[in-house]
């Protein structure tokens, strides 16, 4: 069974700098993908960045990377020069490769930006 | 372009009455998913269905149907809807096959569903 984990409920980070936003993934498959998306208080779900489990490079979407270590489990979204507009929900997914297309959420990390 | 479309986008319903949420989307993606969300425990899959035609459970079923009308179409239903099925309920879609496995979801703008 997949089970995602975000450990921090809340971070702040100041105007500018990076922040990183922790994310662990349970699963048995060997194929998997691994998704961050970001929730603005309006409500909409913002697609940000993908990870597939058989890429050995980082994935990077402008300011967005995502610190994948596959040995550990572990899928973390780094921020860099963090904007006012980066205050929100963030949302660590996973979708199952084994054919299911079963597609599971972690908790959420609230971030806010402090001008 | 309207993407995912859901209705209604609020709901008051008493205990034991049931409603119908319906999705529709115009990208002719293969995959829709309907999720809840509350606060604290992030969203959670309900049912899903990988292509026209087939439906499964996801982490959350029960108390819940769905139907998946056609491509374009999936819908959720409360057969007696209980206080403990309020929630914003998102339904999502994704190409199904893509660089990005089974590629992003993109989301309907949420329903607020409100049981008393």
């Known amino acids: 069974a997949q089970k995602i984990t975000q450990t921090q409920p809340g971070m702040f980070v100041q105007e500018k700098e990076a922040v990183t936003l922790d994310c662990t993934y349970d699963?048995?498959?060997?194929?998997?993908?691994l998704f961050w998306y970001k929730q603005p208080s309006s409500g909409e779900m913002i697609f940000l960045i993908y990870q597939g489990s058989y890429d050995e490079q980082n994935a990077t979407e402008g300011r967005y990377s995502l610190n994948f270590q596959k040995a550990r489990k572990s899928a973390n979204l780094v921020i860099s020069a963090s904007q006012l507009g980066d205050s929100a929900m963030y949302f660590c997914?996973?979708?199952?490769?084994?054919?299911?297309?079963?597609?599971?959420f972690g908790t959420g990390t609230r971030l806010k930006v402090l001008a | 372009n309207a993407g995912v479309t859901q209705t209604p986008k609020f709901q008051v319903l008493k205990t034991g009455q049931s409603m119908t949420l319906q999705c529709a989307q115009d990208?002719?993606?293969?995959?829709m998913y309907w999720y809840r969300q509350d606060p604290g425990m992030g969203l959670r899959l309900i049912y899903y269905?990988?292509?026209?035609?087939?439906?499964d459970k996801g982490e959350v079923p029960n108390g819940y149907n769905v139907s998946r009308l056609n491509k374009r179409e999936f819908s959720l239903r409360l057969e007696s809807a209980a206080p403990s099925q309020t929630s914003v309920y998102f339904c999502a879609s994704s190409v199904g096959t893509s660089p990005r496995g089974t590629g992003e979801l993109f989301f309907g703008e949420g329903s607020r569903l409100t049981v008393l």
């Open positions: 269905s990988a292509s026209e035609g087939t439906t």
């Open positions: 997914a996973a979708q199952s490769g084994s054919g299911t297309y079963k597609y599971i």
């Open positions: 699963t048995s498959d060997q194929s998997y993908g």
């Open positions: 990208m002719n993606h293969n995959s």
